[in-house]
């Protein structure tokens, strides 16, 4: 049960919480500024070897007639995959009362944002002609599940956005209240313009509080449609290692581990960065652990299925696929997905040492690199075997190696995203202040109407 | 059967590898001295010619052109020197057991078949120039008319002489449908003396809704293209029913409507909630202003 503070003790802890959240808008140090240069300069190059990909065609990449969806689309299904945990903590746990993720409920929807946004990306990027991208909404056939992805991706986004921003409100108007003349006026002019006035009083809080419900149950079906949509993309089609039943839950069930360890590796950063000890504690580490641990245990119940079923009948194509993936060419990535990915964290996460930050946060990179190797070996391998013959065609048509400017297109999306995590990590607390304020028994009242004139 | 594919599919691999195809392809003795058994004239030139088009061509190309694909090894063309340097057997040898990235014939063309297609390569050999003497193309004629209520159509050929027209008899006609994709071949008959033939039209035969076919008449390789359709040919009564069903995966107007329902109201209901999101955010907004200190 939460201990009400008296008003002294309120008014001193909300200090302090306020300062310790609003660190990441004010570090600005050697570091940060050389991690922006990074950032900026990746992303240029990306943008550049964009530029040259629309100027010489999709030539330039690896695709060919075979294997079609490449690393562009391996990439867009792994962002796909982490935007979804924004579903899982911001909304499902929320609507169930799990108090330990609420700290973390906007990092989670920083990383479905940055995720989703660059998703929609990627898949301009993956076009030969992204000019004519506005015909997939005039002409679109809505037996098509492409235009079922484009419309629910674009769907998210806004839900996510709005989801972001709602808790926000209450946030930004702590910060027009006590940052006056501390940071530049254009951005305290932001933050007064983005508060929309709020006070407090019980009738905004109340329309936020609505509205918010509203979206967290909105999301829920939004959220499952996006990754089963995706999914669909590849079942709906004929082909060995795609033609399977479970493509939906599956796919669900694994954007959950890719999701969790993407958001442990951002509360590990700004929990170091931003001297966030006490509020990413280490419970918060130790329970992500545990939840990742369940989220793989799902995926690998699903990955037994997915496997051991077909496996067990080898038909004929079918067989050549599963024979590629367990011994041939694309064994070292497969086993790399299923042992790195979901066998290693499963064993090592029940362990209590390990479910401490930096050996989780370790534990958990390896697991998001096995994802993004996961979704590869769902998109390529099954390409290289269609169900004809492969003949009478030049070599490189028949097994796909991406090329660089293919690569770095790739790299830009991760270093896209980062900026897009930087530059809300720069401009909003990390944590909801007031939720966690409230949380620590400082009522509403001390909050806002101390500082109202 | 397994272990074959991927045994075939390895051996296939290594064929196309440089390394493997080097020029020298050992032909078993007894395939060296085989002779083709088909006679080197016109119609079995023109009979290869059909061969070669529809299984050579999409690597070798066009004889003489040198247009094959480039492949490795690269497959030579039909013209080339290094294509005549062998003998009737050893193409028959190499077109039957195939390798690498040349297939295997023998179990997709008879061995009339294959010789037919040595024979038509071997026009291409510089030794048998002038033996073939190309017989100028005849000109032919054909009418027709759709006859006995919709059931057959009767053709009247004829060849067209520099003074006369005469009948052509014993000439086969080739009848062909009009389809969406090309012209399908439906039948064949031969003209009698008179040069007049009754085609009949199958009675099985798949037509539009509307039961109409479009037929094209044409008389063979040794005359000038001609043609004649018979157009709109009431095959069949019309069918309304014959319409084409709704399906998941089809176009726009050919979908299933229950899918373009559900696809459209969940559509409308998420981004009406969304709207009513935006709406409070509005109102959150027009509150804010009435309270301003």
């Known amino acids: 049960m939460i201990q009400k503070k008296s008003p002294e003790e309120a008014r001193k802890s909300l200090d302090l919480i306020f300062h310790d959240l609003t660190r990441s808008l004010r570090v600005k140090d050697e570091l940060s500024r050389f991690w922006l240069f990074i950032l900026i300069m990746f992303c240029i190059v990306g943008v550049w070897a964009w530029g040259y990909q629309i100027k010489e065609g999709l030539g330039i990449t690896g695709m060919r007639d075979y294997v079609s969806w490449g690393m562009y689309i391996s990439n867009f299904v792994f962002f796909v995959a982490v935007s979804l945990i924004g579903l899982l903590i911001s909304s499902i746990m929320h609507l169930l009362k799990i108090h330990w993720a609420q700290p973390i409920s906007r990092v989670a929807e920083q990383v479905a944002i940055a995720a989703v946004g660059l998703a929609g990306l990627i898949i301009v990027m993956d076009m030969g002609r992204p000019d004519r991208f506005l015909n997939v909404f005039l002409h679109g056939r809505f037996a098509s599940p492409i235009i079922w992805d484009v419309t629910v991706i674009t769907t998210y986004l806004v839900i996510s956005l709005l989801l972001f921003y709602l808790p926000l409100i209450p946030d930004l108007a702590l910060m027009r209240d006590r940052l006056k003349g501390k940071i530049p006026e254009i951005q305290y002019k932001i933050y007064d313009i983005l508060s929309l006035g709020y006070r407090g009083n019980a009738q905004q809080f109340k329309i936020i509080y609505h509205s918010l419900r509203t979206l967290m149950l909105l999301i829920i079906p939004v959220g499952l449609a996006i990754h089963t949509v995706t999914s669909w993309l590849f079942a709906a089609t004929l082909r060995p290692g795609w033609d399977t039943t479970i493509f939906g839950p599956y796919f669900v069930a694994g954007a959950f581990v890719a999701g969790t360890a993407a958001v442990i590796q951002v509360m590990y950063v700004y929990r170091v960065r931003y001297k966030l000890k006490n509020y990413f504690n280490d419970e918060i580490f130790d329970r992500m652990g545990k939840t990742l641990v369940f989220v793989c245990l799902v995926y690998l119940y699903f990955n037994i299925n997915e496997f051991l079923v077909p496996g067990y009948k080898m038909k004929t194509a079918e067989g050549i696929h599963l024979t590629e993936l367990f011994t041939g060419k694309s064994a070292p990535i497969f086993w790399f997905t299923q042992i790195g990915g979901l066998v290693l964290p499963i064993l090592l996460l029940l362990i209590r040492y390990f479910r401490k930050p930096f050996p989780l946060t370790f534990i958990a990179l390896v697991t998001l690199v096995a994802s993004w190797f996961k979704r590869y070996i769902i998109v390529v391998p099954t390409l290289e075997h269609p169900f004809l013959p492969v003949q009478n065609v030049p070599e490189h048509f028949v097994h796909y190696s991406p090329t660089n400017p293919e690569i770095t297109i790739t790299l830009f999306a991760f270093f896209a995203a980062l900026l897009i995590l930087t530059a809300l990590a720069k401009l909003f607390p990390v944590i909801t202040i007031w939720e966690y304020a409230e949380h620590q028994g400082i009522e509403k009242k001390i909050m806002f109407n101390e500082y109202e004139n | ?293």
């Open chain 2, 1 to 293: 059967m397994k272990k074959t594919i991927i045994i075939g599919i390895a051996f296939w691999l290594a064929g196309l590898s440089p390394a493997f195809g080097a020029d020298n392809w050992p032909v078993p003795e007894e395939y060296n001295v085989m002779d083709n058994p088909v006679e080197f004239n016109n119609q079995n030139v023109r009979a290869g010619r059909d061969i070669y088009d529809k299984n050579c061509k999409s690597c070798h190309g066009d004889p003489g052109n040198y247009n094959a694909l480039p492949l490795v090894p690269p497959p030579p063309d039909a013209a080339s020197e290094i294509m005549q340097a062998n003998s009737d057997g050893q193409l028959y040898y190499k077109i039957t057991i195939g390798r690498g990235a040349m297939p295997q014939f023998e179990t997709t063309l008879g061995s009339d078949d294959i010789w037919r297609a040595i024979t038509y390569i071997r026009r291409f050999d510089p030794r048998n120039e002038g033996k073939l003497v190309e017989e100028a193309l005849r000109k032919g004629k054909i009418y027709a008319l759709v006859g006995n209520y919709n059931s057959t159509i009767d053709i009247v050929a004829e060849e067209e002489l520099t003074d006369n027209n005469i009948p052509l008899s014993n000439t086969t006609i080739f009848v062909r449908a009009k389809k969406t994709f090309g012209n399908l071949l439906v039948g064949s008959i031969t003209t009698d003396e008179n040069g007049r033939a009754s085609y009949a039209i199958p009675q099985d035969m798949k037509v539009k809704s509307d039961g109409q076919v479009d037929f094209i008449l044409s008389l063979n390789d040794d005359f000038e293209t001609v043609t004649f359709s018979v157009s709109g040919v009431q095959v069949k009564q019309p069918d309304s029913n014959v319409e084409l069903p709704r399906v998941l995966w089809s176009t726009n107007d050919r979908t299933q409507i229950w899918l373009l329902f559900t696809y459209f109201a969940a559509l409308i209901g998420g981004w009406t909630v969304i709207g009513y999101v935006i709406l409070q955010i509005y109102k959150l907004f027009r509150l804010g202003r009435n309270n301003k200190p």
